[in-house]
T-cell receptor, first 114, second 112 residues
């Protein structure tokens, strides 16, 4: 059967510190990128997105950086709060069979210590 | 309230039985998706539909079937051919395949 357990990379930060979550994407033709947050037992929620014609986009307390040269995406969370504890997924959208295709990364678990 | 709903939240079935998971959205989205998530893992795409009456296999379609007869609805059937069906199933929708996806609350299926 399938193995079970926690395989996700984990980031632990102190409340009030900034968090940086990294993601490497696979398809150099991908041109739309999204970060999602998933709390335990719930569906993922949209946080922020960025198109490939940009290298930085800011939201409320979050910033996404895109480096197309090395196919790298990062999510920065300012002044991390306990409510930010969750699993964070990056997703890339790009050309695929039958149209655009979305590929999700494996996820990173963020723990915020009070 | 606009949104995407899945029912039931928890589902138990005996091995060898087919089971259908419901997914409904009132966001007027064209695209809908089904994902499977195992403990501590990411999301794996089962099936997706870019428009009504059309759907495509994802990465792990074997043992699953879908239909898209209405824009609002995208039910997933887990058949007895699926070797290890116990998992958390997530449905999502988006305006198009080039927009962010909105996820439902998920259905946790346990096959006994």
């Amino acid at each position: 059967g399938e193995s079970v357990g926690l395989h996700l990379p984990t980031l632990s930060v102190q409340e009030g510190d900034n968090s940086i979550i990294n993601c490497a994407y696979s398809n150099s033709a991908s041109d739309y990128f999204i970060w999602y947050k998933q709390e335990s037992g719930k569906g993922p929620q949209f946080i922020i997105d960025i198109r490939s014609n940009m290298d930085k986009r800011q939201g409320q307390r979050v910033t996404v950086l895109l480096n197309k040269t090395v196919k790298h995406l990062s999510l920065q969370i300012a002044a991390t709060q306990p409510g930010d504890s969750a699993v964070y997924f990056c997703a890339e959208n790009g050309p695929g069979t039958g149209g655009f295709k979305t590929i999700f990364g494996a996820g990173t678990r963020l723990f915020v210590k009070a | 309230d606009g949104g995407i709903t899945q029912s039931p939240k928890y589902l138990f079935r005996k091995e060898g039985q087919n089971v259908t998971l419901s997914c409904e959205q009132n966001l007027n989205h064209d695209a809908m998706y089904w994902y499977r998530q195992d403990p501590g893992q990411g999301l794996r795409l089962i099936y997706y539909s870019q428009i009504v009456n059309d759907f495509q296999k994802g990465d792990i379609a074997e043992g699953y079937s879908v239909s898209r007869e209405k824009k609002e609805s995208f039910p997933l059937t887990v058949t007895s051919a699926q070797k290890n069906p116990t998992a958390f199933y997530l449905c999502a929708s988006s305006k198009s395949s080039y927009n962010e996806q909105f996820f439902g609350p998920g259905t946790r299926l346990t096959v006994l």
